[in-house]
């Protein structure tokens, strides 16, 4: 099967990703995320997060998120 496309992952993309991660819990990651996504969101540009956190999420709550995320097939729509 042909591999799927990944638009930001082409050359000339403006798109950024960034991660937090530690291998300690209570750090402060999700924290860290939720304020960098609200600047960043705060200076006009478009911010999406996704919490991988496999002992239970946080950044819902924090940014006030209550509803599901839409997904077709394998992928998550902003």
Same mark, same amino acid.
């Given at each position: 099967?042909?591999?799927?496309?990944?638009?930001?992952?082409?050359?000339?993309?403006? $798109?950024?990703?960034y991660?937090?991660?530690?291998?300690?819990?209570?750090?402060?990651?999700?924290?860290? $995320?939720?304020?960098?996504?609200?600047?960043?969101?705060?200076?006009?540009?478009?911010?999406?997060?996704?919490?991988?956190?496999?002992?239970?999420?946080?950044?819902?709550?924090?940014?006030?998120?209550?509803?599901?995320? $839409?997904?077709?097939?394998?992928?998550?729509?902003?």
């Open positions: 099967a042909p591999e799927k496309e990944i638009p930001f992952a082409k050359p000339g993309s403006l $798109t950024r990703v991660a937090v991660a530690s291998g300690k819990g209570g750090v402060g990651k999700s924290s860290v $995320t939720a304020n960098l996504a609200a600047a960043l969101a705060e200076q006009g540009l478009k911010v999406g997060v996704v919490d991988a956190d496999i002992y239970g999420f946080s950044i819902p709550r924090m940014l006030g998120v209550s509803g599901q995320p $839409t997904q077709v097939d394998d992928m998550i729509l902003p």
